[in-house]
């Protein structure tokens, strides 16, 4: 929340997003970056759908949706994601999504998706 209220920051990056099931018109899942880019231009993005509704897509489309918006920003180059190592559902939504393993811990996973080459 301090994010979110600091007029120096983009709220946007601190913002928590609720996915709601139009059909059920229930909220069935949350996702946001975890704050602004750092100086490499990488953000982190963090999701979780509520247990009733795993397996039926919401947040494989929601995150899809939030990479087609950090592609519109001209400072985010990158998008970093961690997953528990037998969260296979988180995992099968950053492959879906095309962001590709760094790293397998005994404690989390580390992903990433380039959104934009460095140039030099």
């Known amino acids: 929340m301090p994010n979110v209220a600091d007029a120096s920051k983009n709220y946007l990056y601190s913002t928590l997003w609720t996915v709601i099931s139009k059909a059920d018109r229930q909220m069935v899942a949350d996702l946001c970056f975890v704050g602004e ?3 490499n ?3 982190e993005i963090g999701f979780g759908t509520y247990e009733l509704h795993h397996g ?3 947040m494989t489309e929601a995150v899809a949706g939030m990479i087609k918006w950090a592609k519109e920003q001209p400072e985010v180059k990158s998008i970093y994601a961690e997953t528990a190592p037998d969260n296979f559902a988180s995992m099968s939504v950053l492959k879906k999504n095309g ?3 760094l790293n397998k811990g005994k404690k989390l ?3 990433k998706l380039v959104l934009q080459e460095e140039s030099w």
Do not use: N, R
């Open 37 to 39: 880019p750092d100086a």
């Open 41 to 43: 231009g990488q953000i």
């Open 56 to 58: 039926h897509g919401y």
């Open 99 to 101: 962001f590709v393993p």
């Open 109 to 111: 996973c580390s992903w």
